[in-house]
Structure formats: C-alpha cells, structure tokens
C-alpha cells in the first residue's frame, strides 16, 4: 500500500473531528517523499553567527552552490551545535529560530528564519536508520548552524528544514556509518547538509585579524592535508583525524566541528564530483572551507 493510501485509511476510521481533516493535508505531509533525480551534499563552513547578516565572500559563496542545484523539497541539517546523548531529529512542523550565542549585536538576535518543519521527513530519516534509536524531537528548533548559512541559500525560508543531532557518546566512524544509512534522502528530493568548520580553535584565533585570510604554521598544514584527503575520497584518514598529529589536533581540539564533514563524506559515491569553495583561513586558526559532493 501506497503511504498516501495509507494515510487516507488511516483517516477513514479515526473519529469524526479528526477524519474529517482536508486531503491537502495529506497530501502536504506526503510531498517530498517521491523518488527524484539524486541531490547533491553538502558541507558547509558556517563560522562566526555574524555571517547570518554579514555581505562577504563566504555568504556569495553559499548563494552560489544553491544557485548551481536543483530547489531541493527538503533539507536535513546536521549541525556543530546540536550535540545530544543519543540521536535525535527534529519533529515540529514550525521549528523555532534559535540563537544559541551570546555577545553579538542586538541586529543578529532580531532575525528569524521560519522555515517550516516537516514530520514526515523526520520519520522518514528516523526509520532509514536502523544501527542507532533515533529519537524524534519536538523541543529544538533549527540553530545557527543551520539558519545562519541557510537563509543565503533559501532567503524566502520556503524549503521545509530538520536537524538531526550530533550524538556525543558515537565514535567518529559509527558518525560516518549512521550517516550511510541516510543515503535514500538523496533520491527523495532531500538536500543533507553539514554544518561545521574543519579548523576550528577558538582558543588560539587572533581577534585582532579574525577577518584576515590566514593561518598559522599548524592550521595551513592541516588544512593543507584535509582538503588532500577529501578531493581523494580518502575517508578513512579523515575519520581518524585525531590519529593525524599535532597539525590536526590543534586544528580539532573538541570535534563537534569536525564531525558534520563525516555525515557528508559518508553519502559520496564513486560518481560523485568533489568540489571546494569558500576554502579560506581566517584569524590564524580558524577555516570556511566548504564541501559540494555530486
């Protein structure tokens, strides 16, 4: 049976008040689960919440890849900054904006980004991942990590989001492996990204060039071999990115932004074009380098 034949049986023996739901809703909750052409990922260098307002090369570069790709039915975010015991997945049809920073103008907390939700998409997600319990949520919302990047992209907030978390207690390769189960969003219409950044050390930045395209010694090198290991398909290096020297692990010292890169990697095939944009330091030990895969 059809899901949207099922859906409408399940409404026909429900209680009057209920059954007598619209069609339309139906078939909104049905759409964007058809089979369609795949989509590409991505992985996106969000770096400071400033960009969600800012004009500069790293937002022109996030509007451009969204020009490049089909208007996806969809988006399933993975985000440096929803880390949780356990995988959880946003459920809500109407996930609030949150800012989750402090310290910023008064500007950036006034903006919200009110993409809807999608509930079916959740479950979807949910039911594809069968190594992990994935737990739906109705409390998150979408963070910056996700609307600061994707209000570029789909500035009309038009395209329905979800968030799926960074469980704290996986390992970096059962991150990657949950992530390959997410495969089939690819051929629903489905746009997977990543949010994070692959340098990222608040601890050593120098705040007084932070808007200055350079690196220190450690962070090009690194930086340097990640961009290697991408274009190469060489997965395995990267899931083991504390085992590669002190280069690495000053450029990853925590790894919740890290981690969003492996849920991207995990999704490339072997057809898959691989390309960088945005690959830019800044302030000494950070980077907006940027990933398109397909």
């Keep these: 049976m059809k899901r949207e034949q099922f859906l409408k049986t399940i409404l026909a023996v429900m209680p009057a008040t209920i059954g007598a739901m619209k069609l339309d809703v139906v078939h909104k909750m049905t759409k964007g689960l058809e089979n369609t052409p795949k989509m590409p990922v ?13 004009e500069n090369e790293f937002v022109q570069g996030f509007r451009k890849v969204s020009s490049e790709i089909e208007t996806p039915k969809a988006i399933v975010v993975v985000s440096a900054h929803w880390e949780t015991k356990g995988t959880r997945v946003t459920a809500m049809e109407n996930p609030t904006t949150i800012h989750d920073f402090g310290g910023f103008p008064k500007e950036l907390y006034e903006v919200q980004y009110p993409a809807p939700g999608n509930p079916v998409l959740a479950n979807e997600t949910k039911n594809l991942i069968t190594t992990s319990e994935v737990i739906l949520d109705e409390k998150w919302g979408l963070d910056h990590g996700a609307w600061s990047v994707i209000r570029h992209m789909y500035p009309n907030a038009d395209v329905p989001v979800i968030q799926l978390s960074l469980d704290y207690y996986k390992t ?26 692959l340098v990222h050390n608040l601890q050593m930045v120098d705040w007084r060039k932070l808007n ?15 961009n290697e290991y991408i274009l190469s398909g060489n997965h ?9 020297g002190r280069a690495f692990q000053l450029s990853v010292p925590t790894p919740e932004h890290f981690l969003p890169l492996l849920y991207a990697l995990a999704l490339q095939e072997k057809t898959d074009e691989i390309n960088l944009f945005n690959d830019q330091p800044l302030g000494g030990s950070l980077s907006m380098t940027s990933v398109k895969i397909g």
């Design 172 to 197: 970096p390769a059962e991150h990657y492996e949950l992530a390959k189960e997410m495969g089939k969003l690819r051929e629903k219409g489905v746009l997977v990204v990543g949010s994070g950044n």
């Design 236 to 244: 395995k290096e990267l899931i083991n990115f504390s085992k590669q």
């Design 42 to 54: 991505l992985f996106l260098g969000h770096g400071s919440p400033m960009n969600a307002i800012a």
């Design 212 to 226: 200055e395209n350079y690196a220190f010694d450690w962070a090009q090198e690194a930086s340097s071999k990640m």
